[in-house]
C-alpha cells in the first residue's frame, strides 16, 4: 500500500522538543515536496512547513518559523520536522503530505489554500502540556 508514515508524536512539556519522521511506505519521496500540516481539535488544518524535493527551499509559517526545522534525507526515504520550544497552542496532529508541486505547499501554508495531495499519512499526535 502506497502511504506517508508519520512517527515521533508524544507528550512534551512546554519548553521541551520533538522530533517528527515522515517516511514512504512503496515509493520514494526523491520525487515531492513534503509539507507537515496540523489540526488541533475544534481547528481548522493549518499548513506549517513545507520542504522541496531536493531540499535546497523550505517554507514555515509564521506560528512556528525560528522554532520548528524541516529536513530530509532522501537516502533514508525520510523527511523530518524538528520542533523545538514548544508551547500548548502546538498541541494537534501532525500529518505529513507528498505533492510534485513546491508552489501548492508553499500557498496551503500561506494562504491555507486547499490542494489535492499525492499522498496522505494517517497522523502523529502531539500533545504539549504539563
Known amino acids: 500500500q502506497l502511504q506517508l508514515v508519520e512517527s515521533g508524536g508524544g507528550l512534551v512539556q512546554p519548553g521541551g522538543s520533538l522530533r517528527l519522521s515522515c517516511t514512504a511506505s512503496g515509493f520514494t519521496l526523491d520525487y515531492y515536496t513534503i509539507i507537515w500540516f496540523r489540526q488541533a481539535p475544534g481547528k481548522e488544518r493549518e499548513g506549517v512547513s513545507c520542504i522541496s524535493s531536493s531540499g535546497g527551499s523550505s517554507y514555515y509559517a509564521d506560528s512556528v518559523k525560528g522554532r520548528f526545522a524541516i529536513s530530509r534525507d532522501n537516502a533514508k526515504n525520510m523527511v523530518y520536522l524538528q520542533m523545538n520550544s514548544l508551547a500548548p497552542e502546538d498541541t494537534a496532529v501532525y500529518y505529513c503530505?507528498?505533492?510534485?508541486?513546491?508552489?501548492?505547499?508553499?500557498?496551503?501554508?500561506?494562504?491555507?489554500?486547499?490542494?489535492?495531495?499525492?499522498?496522505w499519512g494517517q497522523g502523529t499526535q502531539v500533545t504539549v502540556s504539563s
Open positions: 503530505a507528498a505533492t510534485q508541486y513546491y508552489s501548492w505547499a508553499v500557498q496551503a501554508i500561506t494562504h491555507g489554500r486547499v490542494y489535492e495531495y499525492d499522498y
